[in-house]
T-cell receptor, first 115, second 115 residues
Framework: AQKVTQAQTEISVVEKEDVTLDCVYE???????LFWYKQPPSGELVFLIR??????QNEISGRYSWNFQKSTSSFNFTITASQVVDSAVYFC????????????FGKGTRLHILP | DTEVTQTPKHLVMGMTNKKSLKCEQH?????MYWYKQKAKKPPELMFV???????INESVPSRFSPECPNSSLLNLHLHALQPEDSALYLC??????????????FGPGTRLTVL
């Protein structure tokens, strides 16, 4: 069965600190896709990244980086030099190829960046 | 244009009212989605339209009635709702055909309160 676990419900860090959000997933498919979405207080979910199961390369985009490890079924997200604008709820999500368009979301991690 | 718009932003309705939520995208996407999100929870899928045809109904009560008049528009008709239906209703769109690969683009949501 598909499952996404974000064990950290809420994290608070002081601005400029680095922070890592954990995501562990379960799937029986060999082809699947992992996503991270950001939901600021305004409510709109913002797509951050997609990773397919055959691409284990880590990715960096500015202050954001993602570490995908199939051996531990994890897809962790690190924000370097955090800023107040990074305060949001972050969702990790999983979809499987040809699985009826469904995305399975984790429960989300609420991130507070303190000035 | 990478925007999904939703109207209204806020809606308060009584249990006997009939109202509609509207969603529009101009990205040429042929898959559109309705999600319901309760406070501090991840989005829950309600309906999926693919090429203007309803492809998924996640056993949603009939007091919610979706409609896709054309490839850019998605409506959610509401009738005889219950207070527990109060939530943030999110619309999303993605490219089609759907395969789990395509990221979804979300609108800002309609915050619904049922009195």
């Amino acid at each position: 069965a598909q499952k996404v676990t974000q064990a950290q419900t809420e994290i608070s860090v002081v601005e400029k600190e680095d922070v890592t959000l954990d995501c562990v997933y379960e799937t029986r498919d060999t082809t699947y896709y992992l996503f991270w979405y950001k939901q600021p207080p305004s409510g709109e979910l913002v797509f951050l990244i997609r990773r397919n199961s055959f691409d284990e390369q880590n990715e960096i985009s500015g202050r954001y980086s993602w570490n995908f490890q199939k051996s531990t079924s994890s897809f962790n997200f690190t924000i370097t030099a955090s800023q107040v604008v990074d305060s949001a709820v972050y969702f990790c999500a999983l979809s499987e190829m040809n699985r009826d368009d469904k995305i399975i979301f984790g429960k989300g991690t609420r991130l507070h960046i303190l000035p | 244009d990478t925007e999904v718009t939703q109207t209204p932003k806020h809606l308060v309705m009584g249990m006997t009212n009939k109202k509609s939520l509207k969603c529009e995208q101009h990205m040429g996407h042929r898959a559109m989605y309705w999600y319901k999100q309760k406070a501090k929870k991840p989005p829950e899928l309600m309906f999926v339209y693919s090429y203007e045809k309803l492809s998924i109904n996640e056993s949603v009560p009939s007091r919610f009635s979706p409609e896709c008049p054309n490839s850019s528009l998605l409506n959610l008709h509401l009738h005889a709702l219950q207070p527990e239906d109060s939530a943030l209703y999110l619309c999303a769109s993605s490219q089609a055909p759907v395969s789990g690969y395509n990221e979804q683009f979300f609108g800002p949501g309609t915050r619904l309160t049922v009195l």
